[in-house]
């Protein structure tokens, strides 16, 4: 039998595929994807992922390339199944800027643009000057710039086509020196002692940001069981003016605000899970339940199920609705899983204002043919 799922994921769950093809070249993926019968799921770091029990009726293609290469001063290409926290920890060494506040996030180089993966401050899509990716729909082989990525918050046209698109490789255009780019984010820029907007070394960037994920249980470790996660399970969500002004009349306090470009407002998903009463810890001690020290962490406490993980996030997410009338998004991708309707459609897509509102709902819905691809 075909080993579960659960061996590369970092939830450590999830049942068997029907096949399982190890893939170490570009060559190798493609012809992979393209001979594969019935659905077929990229995986590789296996890190925002959350397969079902029964694993997955289709080929998963494990996607072990490797490779960077530099093309220019501070630009480089770098293969899809090189491990991303590996490739920052080498440009924070070598004295090149740009991601290092992505500093100890799990995964592979290829999921960063389908999440546009973002934390403290910097976002992939900032940095990213062109994607390579297999086009399942023509067949062939495309170089996307990032106009025609679609990025958006924690979001990406990859995301949003997830039967259409295989990453194969992403290019960066950093910045050689030994200081960061300005640091925007106030706890990182409070935990490093300067103020926010100045620049510090990149080793001390680094440094701080790895201390303040593993103080979130957010830096993978054997030791701890508040690691064994799909990382942040929902995103923060991104409400109109008229929005927000009803969940601060509904919250009866200030709700986290962060102004959007747009002139729509980010708020804190973790302070509305708080505040609808599921606490740190919530759910079963030895099975899933919320981290223990961060309240977006879904863990498997090691004798949890996907269907258990899933009907926890479902509570969450319309526990939060109930008291806020706000929805929440998962972040992670879920194969052959999908969350309570009644808890989970959009970041409230009955205020929706554009189709960003909307896409949360429609990138999280199971696809359960084509191309699937996770980190």
Excluded at 27 to 42: C, F, I, K, N
Excluded at 94 to 99: C, E, K, L, M, Q
Excluded at 159 to 179: A, M, N, Q, T
């Amino acid at each position: 039998m075909t080993r579960p799922l659960s061996e590369l994921t970092t939830l450590r769950l999830g049942g068997p595929p029907r096949r399982l093809v190890d893939a170490r070249t570009d060559d190798q993926l493609l012809a992979a994807v393209r001979e594969a019968a019935g659905p077929v799921l990229a995986l590789a770091g296996g890190s925002n992922v959350v397969v079902a029990d029964e694993g997955f009726p289709g080929t998963v293609v494990h996607v072990r390339t490797t490779g960077v290469e530099p093309t220019g001063h501070g630009s480089v290409t770098v293969a899809a199944g090189e491990s991303w926290d590996g490739f920052v920890a080498a440009c924070v060494e070598r004295g090149v800027a740009g991601v290092e506040c992505l500093s100890g996030i799990p995964g592979s180089v290829g999921a960063t643009p389908i999440q546009n993966v973002g934390a403290y401050g910097q976002e992939v899509a900032e940095r990213i000057t062109a994607v390579r990716a297999y086009d399942r729909t023509r067949d062939e082989v495309v170089e996307l710039a990032p106009a025609d990525c679609g990025f958006s918050y924690r979001s990406s046209r990859f995301k949003r086509e997830p039967d259409r698109w295989v990453v194969l490789s992403v290019s960066f255009e950093l910045h050689p020196g030994e200081l960061s780019a300005p640091i925007r984010y106030a706890e990182l820029s409070g935990a490093l002692g300067i103020e926010t907007g100045a620049r510090a070394p990149l080793a001390e960037v680094r440094e701080a940001v790895l201390a303040l994920r593993a103080r979130k249980g957010m830096v993978l470790d054997p030791a701890d069981p508040d690691s064994v996660s799909a990382g942040s399970f929902f995103t923060n969500p991104v409400l109109s003016a008229e929005r927000f002004g009803s969940l601060e009349a509904r919250a009866g306090a200030a709700p986290p605000a962060w102004p959007e470009p747009d002139g729509r407002i980010k708020t804190s998903a973790a302070w509305l899970i708080e505040r609808a009463g599921f606490s740190r810890g919530y759910g079963d001690p030895d099975g899933i339940a919320i981290s223990s020290k961060h309240t977006l962490a879904l863990t498997n406490r090691g004798r949890g199920t996907a269907a258990q993980l899933v009907a926890l996030a479902s509570e969450i997410a319309a526990g939060v609705h109930e008291r806020f009338g706000v929805r929440l998004v998962n972040e992670p991708v879920l194969v052959g899983l999908r969350l309570d309707e009644g808890a989970a459609e959009a970041v409230d897509v009955a205020g929706a204002e554009d189709e960003r509102d909307v896409a949360g709902a429609e990138a999280r819905r199971e696809h359960p043919l084509g191309v699937r691809e996770a980190r």
